[in-house]
């Protein structure tokens, strides 16, 4: 295929996030050549209206050096663009190439533009300040807060941090904590960055607001809670106060204890308490907020979806993992609180479907982002339609019995449609109706049944 005819097909595909068209060179062009740098990169076809139709210029020798020159003059940092002319139908048309720019966002005119489908828009601060976080591979919770020191954190927390990455990795660590803490970028400069400060704060921070609400109405609440302790602690806190609004269904077995079910799936409700502390943006004002209702649960968070992630992404599973707090993620993954970056939307509605009940909603909702779970039963014939065997605290009982000792990583392997998690709770789950305990030593014991 030669190049005018390739120059047609992508005029006749019409204007997208990657071509815009343009009848002459004006303002508007360079907005255009800040808002592809700022993305993928792109091109802008000059003499071209917006119907696609081939409209001309007219040029002298001097034009396209003086459109880059009027490009780069009015660039922050200067962008230095390729502009060739081309004759199509007879017709003269310029097409300016713009590659994606290394040092994120450019500015015209002291305003920072982003490519939106087929225009362009004025970027927030917030985004402002995501895309340079991205330029340099950092994020804002990686930076020191100079707002916070070393008396407003609790060694306890420290402590219990270090456990927990300790008994996830089985591993003793022989530095002292401030080390380890400066290993895992929480400390710069000896000062307490945004992340450490979050995971280990020993104060009620407005930064870490965390309210839950049980609703009878929209407007009436007949219990609720504010947490506003590290947000490593937040996780039991706010799934205890959740259970205590659960209905139980007790399901008869054959074993001697009755079985219990909670109305909604415990390990996709965690999950969505994970995924708000993880990726909430602390920078703003607002609160993580859930409210409990009689037919559903909604839990929303400050701060819409990062970067180029969409809700038709999420829901066809089709993006790469990004967060807008790497080091909180980071110290999250470390101690086996998060399994595996960007697998949470997958796993919450593979236990919602493994429960039996509709699958959750998610959507980009005033500031920020929310995910609405239903009580609402799936028909008997869809249940476990995708999800592969629902495996339950029985099946984990059986292989610890037939291979022991074993440790939970190993069971996990073995069920791969679970997750680790829910092998760990059903471990612990046996472990309380006494039926199986931990023999040895953490490296080279298991679990065996009584």
């Not at 959750?360 to 065997?389: A, C, Q």
Request: hydrophobic content about 35%.
């Amino acid at each position: 295929m030669d190049k005018n005819t390739n120059i047609l097909t992508i005029l006749e595909n019409g204007e997208n996030s990657f071509v815009e068209f343009k009848l002459s060179f004006q303002k508007e062009v360079i907005e255009s050549v800040v808002s592809f740098s700022n993305a993928k990169g792109g091109k802008i076809f000059i003499g071209v209206d917006d119907d696609s139709k081939i409209i001309g210029v007219n040029i002298s020798n001097e034009t396209i050096q003086n459109y880059i020159n009027t490009i780069k003059q009015n660039t922050q940092p200067n962008i230095i663009v390729d502009i060739d002319e081309y004759e199509i139908r007879s017709k003269l048309i310029l097409i300016i190439d713009i590659k994606e720019y290394p040092l994120k966002p450019i500015a015209y005119k002291n305003r920072y533009y982003k490519r939106v489908k087929n225009s362009n828009h004025i970027m927030s601060l917030d985004e402002i300040s995501n895309e340079h976080f991205k330029t340099i591979n950092s994020s804002w919770d990686y930076y020191v807060d100079d707002r916070h020191s070393f008396s407003d954190i609790s060694q306890e927390n420290i402590d219990k941090f270090i456990r927990k990455i300790e008994k996830f990795q089985d591993k003793n660590f022989t530095d002292d904590p401030m080390t380890i803490l400066r290993k895992y970028e929480l400390l710069k400069d000896e000062k307490l960055t945004f992340g450490a400060y979050l995971l280990f704060t020993s104060n009620n921070s407005v930064l870490t607001a965390f309210q839950i609400g049980r609703f009878k109405s929209p407007t009436k609440i007949i219990d609720n809670i504010d947490i506003n302790t590290d947000i490593l602690s937040q996780i039991d806190t706010a799934i205890e106060f959740l259970k205590k609004h659960f209905m139980i269904e007790y399901i008869i077995t054959g074993n001697p204890q009755r079985e219990e079910k909670y109305d909604y799936p415990l390990e996709a409700i965690r999950e969505i308490v994970i995924n708000m502390i993880v990726h909430r943006d602390y920078r703003g004002s607002g609160n993580s907020i859930i409210k409990i209702f009689d037919d559903r649960m909604e839990f929303f968070n400050p701060g819409k979806l990062y970067d180029d992630i969409t809700i038709e992404k999420l829901n066809n599973n089709d993006y790469s993992s990004r967060t807008r707090n790497r080091a909180i993620a980071r110290a999250f993954k470390e101690a086996g609180i998060i399994e595996q970056y960007g697998s949470g939307i997958k796993r919450i509605k593979n236990e919602c479907e493994i429960h039996g009940i509709i699958e959750p909603k998610f959507e980009e909702f005033v500031h920020g982002f929310r995910v609405i779970v239903y009580k609402e039963k799936l028909s008997t014939s869809n249940v476990g339609v995708n999800v592969g065997v629902n495996v339950g605290v029985n099946e984990i009982y059986q292989f610890i019995k037939e291979n022991q000792p074993t440790k939970a990583n190993i069971i996990s392997k073995s069920y791969p449609e679970i997750t680790q998690r829910t092998v760990e709770r059903y471990i612990k789950e046996l472990k309380e109706q006494d039926k199986i305990e931990f023999n040895g030593s953490p490296k080279t014991g298991g679990y065996i049944v009584k």
